[in-house]
């Protein structure tokens, strides 16, 4: 079992900075991805970031050279820095952890981007 708790989350202006941090516990030894992920009203589930236990980074288009996924040397924490953000990056941001046949996410964090 994985518990994955995120914090974060807060009501921005557009072109301010924000970051998510994901806190992991249980028997993260089995966790092989890790990653963020944000639902906007009305809209499915879409992947934000990953980070693998190697350290490889994926960013979704919409965000790439404006986010960034990093994590504590402990694999207990992974953050997501947020910069320049946009109304559109409006959503519940999930954290995510894969391990072998499962998928594990925490209950998410408000992300408002409004003037």
């Known amino acids: 079992q994985v518990q994955l708790v995120e914090s974060g989350g807060a009501l921005v202006q557009p072109g301010e900075s924000l970051r998510l941090s994901c806190a992991a516990s249980?028997?993260?030894?089995?966790?092989?991805?890790m990653g963020w992920y944000r639902q906007a009203p009305g809209n499915q589930r879409e992947l934000v970031a990953t980070?693998?236990?190697?350290?490889?980074?994926n960013y979704a288009d919409s965000v790439k050279g404006r986010f960034n996924i990093y994590r504590n040397n402990d694999k207990r924490t992974v953050y997501l820095r947020m910069n320049s953000l946009k109304p559109e990056d409006t959503a519940v941001y999930y954290c995510?952890?894969?391990?072998?046949?499962?998928?594990?996410w925490g209950k998410g964090t408000l992300v408002t981007v409004s003037s």
């Open positions: 995510n952890a894969q391990v072998p046949s499962t998928t594990y």
């Open positions: 980070i693998t236990s190697s350290g490889s980074t």
């Open positions: 249980g028997n993260i030894a089995s966790i092989y991805v």
